[in-house]
């Protein structure tokens, strides 16, 4: 009777401290990836890659991005509110980076990428460009801490003729 008594002392230690054990091992919902903040300074770098039998013949890609309500329209009256990128530099045959340069006069919002173009080398100095309007739904978020007030117009003094 006694050995039936330890095995069951025995199996639940076992089941109670296995128990305990799974619990401290249960893995945790997953957290909702953060979307990187960009500040004066910082870089937006984007991949894009094309497909065909002519993505070998780009030479050129730029691409353009804008908020359509910027976060702080009071403090940053007159800052900008999109940003191109001059051409971007070839990655592969049929890929490039482009790249926003975020400039202390960006406005804070919400900025979406709103159209990518390439432009393709055709023959000799020929080109042909194309348009890639909404080519994802990209949003990068901008936080610029600077801000401007807007100078009242004190006078205006007509100067003696010189």
Do not use: C, W
């Not at 009777?1 to 945790?28: C, D, E, H």
């Not at 050129?60 to 007159?78: C, F, I, L, W």
């Not at 049929?94 to 080398?121: C, H, K, M, W």
């Amino acid at each position: 009777m006694k050995t039936i008594a330890k095995v069951f002392l025995l199996l639940g230690v076992v089941f109670i401290a296995g128990s305990s054990s799974a619990r401290q091992y249960v893995p945790a919902v997953p957290a909702t990836p953060q979307i990187p903040v960009y500040r004066p300074g910082d870089m937006i770098r984007v991949a894009v890659t094309f497909d065909g039998p002519d993505a070998d013949k780009i030479i050129q890609v730029r691409g353009y991005m804008k908020t359509d309500s910027p976060a702080k329209p009071k403090e940053q009256p007159n800052f900008n509110q999109d940003e191109n990128t001059s051409s971007g530099k070839r990655l592969g045959p049929d890929s490039f980076e482009i790249d926003f340069p975020i400039d202390t006069n960006q406005a804070s919002g919400d900025y979406r990428l709103v159209e990518v173009s390439a432009t393709l080398q055709v023959h000799g100095q020929g080109t042909v460009a194309y348009s890639y309007p909404q080519p994802a739904t990209l949003v990068f978020k901008i936080d610029n801490p600077n801000t401007v007030v807007q100078p009242q117009l004190k006078s205006i003094t007509p100067l003696p003729k010189s």
